[in-house]
C-alpha cells in the first residue's frame, strides 16, 4: 500500500465536527503493534501522528485523557525507560482512519547515555523517513519551556514542515500556571514554535482536551464536496493486518 501523508494545510476550511464526536473518535483508539527498532514499523495508509516529547512532560496522561482511556498509554514509574515505538489505530472497528504513535520520552538523566544516544537516532530517523507521518505533537511542560533536545527536534521537521507536515506545541500541565503566566507560555511558545499550532493542556482539569480533539480529528480528515448537500468524507482507508515478525 502507498502510504497516505497529506492533510490539510493549516488554516483550510473542514468539516466541522462537535467535541463530543472528536473525542468518541478519540476513544476508538486501541493497541496495533509495538516496534524495538524504525523498520520493524508496518507501512500504514493512513494518517499518522506522533507524540513525542521529554520524559516526565506528561505525554502519556495526554494521550490516554485524549483517549478517555486510563492505560492506553505505559508511563513507566521510571521515566525514559519506556524504549518502544508503540502504534494505536483510530477508527471505527475494521474502518481505521488513522494512527497514533506514542514515541519514548527523552531526556531523562537516569537513562544511559548510550541508549539516549540509540533513540535519539532512533526518534530522529522515524520523525524525518516515516512516509505515513502526517503530524507531530510535541509535549512540553511550560514551566521549563523548550529544551535542547526539543529545539533540535523542532530543527530536524523544518523540512517536513516546509512540505504539508503538521505540528503542535502541546503545553501541558497548564493547571500548574496562573492565567497571566498561561498567556506568557502561549506567546513566547509562538515565537518559538515556527509556524505551528500552539495549545494549553490539563489533564487534570480537562483544559484544552475538546480543541485538541477537534484539531486532530481535522488533521486527519481532509474534506470532499459531495451532490450538492454539504460536506462529506473520504472513505477511510484500512491498515495491514500486522508487521511482519512482530
Known amino acids: 500500500m502507498t502510504a497516505q501523508t497529506s492533510s490539510p494545510a493549516l488554516g483550510q476550511k473542514n468539516i466541522s465536527i462537535d467535541p463530543k464526536q472528536a473525542l468518541g473518535w478519540m476513544h476508538t483508539a486501541r493497541f496495533f503493534t509495538t516496534a524495538a527498532q524504525l523498520h520493524q514499523l508496518p507501512e500504514v495508509s493512513v494518517p499518522e501522528i506522533a507524540f513525542v516529547g521529554r520524559s516526565n512532560a506528561g505525554k502519556s496522561t495526554a494521550i490516554n485523557t485524549l483517549t478517555q482511556q486510563k492505560q ?47 533513540w535519539q537516532r532512533v526518534m530522529l530517523n522515524y520523525l524525518m523517513q516515516r512516509p505515513s507521518l502526517s503530524a507531530v505533537v510535541l509535549l512540553c511542560d511550560p514551566r521549563l519551556g523548550l529544551t535542547e533536545l526539543d529545539e533540535a527536534l523542532l530543527h530536524a521537521i523544518r523540512p517536513r514542515v516546509e512540505q504539508g507536515l503538521q505540528f503542535l506545541v502541546l503545553l501541558t500541565k497548564a493547571d500548574k500556571l496562573n492565567r497571566a503566566e498561561q498567556a506568557k507560555a502561549l506567546s513566547i511558545m509562538r515565537l518559538n514554535a515556527g509556524g505551528g499550532e500552539v495549545r494549553l493542556f490539563s489533564a ?41 515478525g512482530l
Open 72 to 118: 492506553l498509554a505505559f508511563a513507566s514509574k521510571k521515566p525514559g525507560r519506556t524504549q518502544h515505538i508503540n502504534l494505536f489505530a483510530l477508527g471505527r472497528q475494521g474502518e481505521t482512519d488513522a494512527v497514533l504513535a506514542d514515541l519514548p520520552g527523552y531526556g531523562y538523566a537516569a537513562v544511559s547515555r548510550t541508549d539516549k544516544e540509540r
Open 204 to 244: 487534570l482539569k480537562k483544559q484544552g482536551v475538546d480543541d485538541v480533539a477537534q484539531l486532530l480529528w481535522h488533521w486527519c480528515h481532509p474534506a470532499v464536496p459531495n451532490n450538492g448537500n454539504g460536506n462529506t468524507l473520504e472513505a477511510p482507508p484500512t491498515l495491514p493486518p500486522t508487521a511482519p
